[in-house]
């Protein structure tokens, strides 16, 4: 469950949002919209203006307390795949868990189950500018899910995928949401397809728009497709 009601100010932008537990909120606008700063906001890299308040979960991370982004149920995953370059792939999965506290051994078998469960384990080992760009994201991506977060947030994480990779990770990610609150950004329609069951389009620095992806798509004038299609 995410609730945000907040604004930043200086940048034009205000947020009223409420998204149900589980599901999966594909965000779109145009360039400038505000896509990134409620990402921002949602993942703690931003501290919205004073009387502005963020629930996760059930829990206020900012508003009347402020909870630092290690300690939200929540993991980012960008566009770019951002690997720490002195470890290898096993210790970039394993680091949230040991931030979180987890001895060393554990995080490491826990990292490898993950790296496995998305068909990269033999890769462990490799540092990151020894992975292909691909290769590099899916290494992110067992990162993000490897502390287990309620919700997983995406910020355009297969803009700089060629085709085939991006068919691969559309499945993983797809897959990485079930039973997890999703908010995907994303330009191309094949991610709301694969992913949304809502969508909200921002404008003006709003939520302009909010609601089902089935209704959206629905009819020829529909938000979505005057979206995508111009006009
Ligand atoms: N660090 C910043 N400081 C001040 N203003 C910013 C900052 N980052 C973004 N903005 C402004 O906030 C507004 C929203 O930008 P934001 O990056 O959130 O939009 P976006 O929809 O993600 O854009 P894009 O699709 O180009 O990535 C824009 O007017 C932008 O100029």
């Known amino acids: 469950m995410i609730s945000l009601h ?6 034009g932008l205000r947020f009223d949002l409420e998204h149900g537990e589980g599901r999966t909120l594909a965000v779109i606008g145009r360039n400038g919209s505000g896509k ?5 906001l949602l993942a703690g890299l931003i501290v919205p203006d004073p009387g502005g308040t963020i629930a ?23 566009q770019d795949p951002t690997l720490f370059p002195h470890m290898s792939a096993l210790d970039n ?17 826990h990292a490898h189950d993950h790296l ?3 068909g990269i384990d033999q890769l462990a080992d490799r540092m990151p500018n020894q992975l292909s ?41 797809r897959n990485a949401l079930q039973g997890r609150t999703g908010v995907v950004v994303t330009h191309d329609i094949a991610d709301i397809r ?4 809502d969508v909200a389009v921002l404008a003006d620095g709003r939520v302009s728009d909010y609601g089902p992806v089935d209704e ?5 004038n529909s938000l979505l497709r005057r979206y995508f299609l111009g006009g």
């Open 56 to 78: 996760l979960d059930g829990t206020v991370v900012a508003g009347d307390q402020w909870v630092s982004p290690h300690r939200r149920p929540i993991t980012l995953l960008s």
């Open 194 to 197: 694969a992913f949304a069951d």
């Open 36 to 40: 990134s700063s409620l990402i921002g």
């Open 116 to 118: 496995a469960r998305i």
């Open 6 to 11: 907040a604004g930043i100010a200086d940048r």
């Open 93 to 109: 999965v394993a680091f949230g868990l040991r931030a979180r506290g987890v001895n060393r051994q554990r995080a490491r078998e």
């Open 133 to 173: 760009g691909g290769q590099q994201q899916r290494v992110a991506l067992a990162r993000a899910i490897a502390v287990e977060p309620t919700i997983l947030l995406l910020d355009e994480p297969l803009a700089a995928m060629d085709v085939a990779a991006a068919v691969e990770l559309r499945s993983l990610i």
């Open 216 to 220: 959206r798509m629905g009819d020829e």
